[in-house]
Nanobody, 126 residues
Framework: QVQLVESGGGLVQAGGSLRLSCAAS????????MGWFRQAPGKEREFVAT????????YYADSVKGRFTISRDNAKYTVYLQMNSLKPVDTAVYYC???????????????????WGQGTQVTVSS
């Protein structure tokens, strides 16, 4: 069982930055593919970014490419999401997720992940 705890959300003005963190309980963290998703009010949860076990392969949703950066520190069992140039449309609950599967297209979908955090609210004001 893997427990994930997100932190770092909050209220920020448009154009500002936030850094989300997700701490994992598992000593097997380095064997997990990690991802970030978000869910805006009234919308389905959507993919944001994913990072491979050693951090060497990363994929972003088009909507955040060039503004968000995912990274991980396997020694600290933590994955990060640096969010710059934030826009009001980025307002959502952001979720950290972990997958034990191999790298593939399933990691762009909710169903590709076995473990989820409780989420952290990000609100971007205009």
């Amino acid at each position: 069982q893997v427990q994930l705890v997100e932190s770092g959300g909050g209220l920020v003005q448009a154009g500002g930055s936030l850094r989300l963190s997700c701490a994992a309980s598992a000593r097997t963290f380095s064997s997990l593919v990690m991802g970030w998703f978000r869910q805006a009010p009234g919308k389905e949860r959507e993919f944001v970014a994913t990072i491979s076990r050693n951090g060497g392969t990363i994929y972003y949703a088009d909507s955040v490419k060039g503004r968000f950066t995912i990274s991980r520190d396997n020694a600290k069992y933590t994955v990060y999401l640096q969010m710059n140039s934030l826009k009001p449309v980025d307002t959502a609950v952001y979720y950290c997720a972990a997958s034990t599967t191999g790298w593939g297209v399933s990691l762009l979908q909710n169903s590709g992940y076995m473990y989820w955090g409780q989420g952290t609210q990000v609100t971007v004001s205009s």
